[in-house]
C-alpha cells in the first residue's frame, strides 16, 4: 500500500554540490509530475512525464533534470545546487493526467547553505 | 501571474458556518479542476474534481465551475475545525500536455 515514495525526506547541500531526487509509484500509473513548493508560491510544475521515456519541462524548470527510467520511477536531480532551490520538492502521480486524481509523494524537505 | 489564482486568506470562520474558497482561471479553453487539501506539513490530498458546468457534491462539499466566468469555486458546510487546512485549486497548464498548474492555496481556519 506504498503509493508514491520519495526519498530522502530531508537534505542538506552545499552550494555548487549535486544530488538526484528519487520517486517511485505502484500504481501503475501512466504520468508523473515533480513540483517545488515555496511559502507563498503553492506548487510550482518542475517537470511532467506522461509516460515511460518522454518528459515535459514544466513551470520552473530551470537548474533541473529529470529521468523517467521506467513506468515506475521518475528522478529529479539537481546538477549545481543553489540557495534559490531550497525548498519542499513533491513528486505526483496519475493514471491518466488531468482526468484522473494526483497522489503525492510525503515530500522531500531540501535546504542548500 | 499564475494561470490559476486564488486568494491566500487566512480565511476564518465559526464552527458550523460554511466556508467559500474562490479561483479563477486565465485559461478559456480549460476543462477539468481539482481541490485538493493541505495540512500543514503534509502532503496534498484530492478533495474534489469537476469538469462540467455547475455544482458537484461530495458530502459536506460542493464544487461549482462556471465556465463562462473562468471562476471554480469550493464550498464547505458546518465546517470543523479538522477543516482548518490550505486549500488549493488546480487546472491545465496553458500549452497542452496534461500539465497540471495549482493555485497559490487558501488557508482555511474554522475557530471553535
Known sequence: N?????????????????????????MNHNSMYWY????????RLIYYSASEGTTDKGEVPNGYNVSRLNKREFSLRLESAAPSQTSVYFCASSLDGLNTEAFFGQGTRLTVV | QKEVEQN?????????????????YSDRGSQSFFWYRQYSGKSPELIMFIYSNGDKEDGRFTA?????????????????????????????????????????????KVEL
Not at chain 1, 552550494?15 to 509509484?25: E, K, V, W
Not at chain 2, 475545525?81 to 487546472?91: F, N, Q
Open chain 2, 64 to 108: 461549482q465551475l462556471n465556465k463562462a466566468s473562468q471562476y471554480v469555486s469550493l464550498l464547505i458546510r458546518d465546517s470543523q475545525p479538522s477543516d482548518s487546512a490550505t486549500y488549493l485549486c488546480a487546472g491545465p497548464l496553458t500549452g497542452g500536455g496534461n500539465k497540471l498548474t495549482f493555485g497559490t492555496g487558501t488557508q482555511l
Open chain 1, 36 to 43: 517545488r513548493q515555496d511559502p507563498g508560491m503553492g506548487l
Open chain 2, 8 to 24: 491566500s486568506g487566512p480565511l476564518s470562520v465559526p464552527e458550523g458556518a460554511i466556508a467559500s474558497l474562490n479561483c479563477t
Open chain 1, 2 to 26: 506504498a503509493g508514491v515514495t520519495q526519498t530522502p525526506k530531508f537534505q542538506v547541500l552545499k552550494t555548487g554540490q549535486s544530488m538526484t531526487l528519487q520517486c517511485a509509484q505502484d
